[in-house]
């Protein structure tokens, strides 16, 4: 079945930092791969996507790549603020080119940025 | 456009009770989605409609859950004879329905079964 795994939380970071998150996954078939971001009091809202392999989706400062190779869509931020805090979920959908879109999540994980 | 929409937000219902909730979808939005999250999980797929018709239903949907999408707008989810582990926060999407879309999430309704 397809299924996504997140790296468990709470992370907590000073201002400035590097943010890795790590996301790997399973799918049947090609999956397009997505991350979203739930900010507090807010509904989820996307923040990158990826729909093939090597492709780097980017938004906000924020990147991913989609590596088909090992499986992993691992989010990164390469200076954090304190406006990032939030809960950052991966997602997956097989056949979301070809409009399906049924998306799967990971089970979040809460970032806190520290002035 | 203000986005989509759902209410109510909070619910709070004793068990056995009946809940309905609502969601607004983004004007012109021919999907509109369901999902189910419980704390400290990620949302998990309910059920979706194309316009007014429901083209798939997870087995998450027992049959005391039953969701409509009349005219093609806006949606309602029905839960009957709720049970505590019905408590979950209840998220409504739609999407435009051109190939490879976005989908927009609402606020959701979070469901209490005391």
């Known amino acids: 079945g397809n299924s996504v795994t997140q790296m468990e939380g709470p992370v907590t970071l000073s201002e400035e930092a590097f943010l890795t998150i790590n996301c790997t996954y399973t799918?049947?078939?090609?999956?397009?791969l997505f991350w979203y971001v739930q900010y507090p009091g807010e509904g989820l809202q996307l923040l990158l996507k990826?729909?093939?392999?090597?492709d780097k989706g980017s938004n906000k400062g924020f990147e991913a790549t989609y590596r088909k190779e090992t499986t992993s869509f691992h989010l990164e931020k390469g200076s954090v603020q304190v406006s990032d805090s939030a809960v950052y979920f991966c997602?997956?959908?097989?056949?979301?080119?070809?409009?399906?879109?049924?998306?799967?999540f990971g089970q979040g994980t809460r970032l806190t940025i520290n002035p | 456009d203000t986005g989509v929409s759902q209410d109510p937000r909070h619910k709070i219902t004793k068990r056995g009770q009946n809940v309905t909730f609502r969601c607004d979808p983004i004007s012109e939005h021919n999907r509109l989605y369901w999902y189910r999250q419980t704390l400290g999980q990620g949302p998990e797929f309910l059920t979706y409609f194309q316009n007014e018709a429901q083209l798939e239903k997870s087995r998450l949907l027992s049959d005391r859950f039953s969701a409509e999408r009349p005219k093609g707008s806006f949606s309602t989810l029905e839960i009957q004879r709720t049970e505590q582990g019905d408590s979950a926060m209840y998220l409504c999407a739609s999407s435009p329905g051109t190939l490879g879309d976005e989908q927009f999430f609402g606020p959701g309704t979070r469901l209490t079964v005391l």
């Open positions: 799918a049947t078939g090609y999956p397009s």
């Open positions: 997602a997956l959908s097989v056949g979301w080119v070809q409009g399906a879109q049924k998306l799967v």
């Open positions: 990826a729909t093939k392999a090597d």
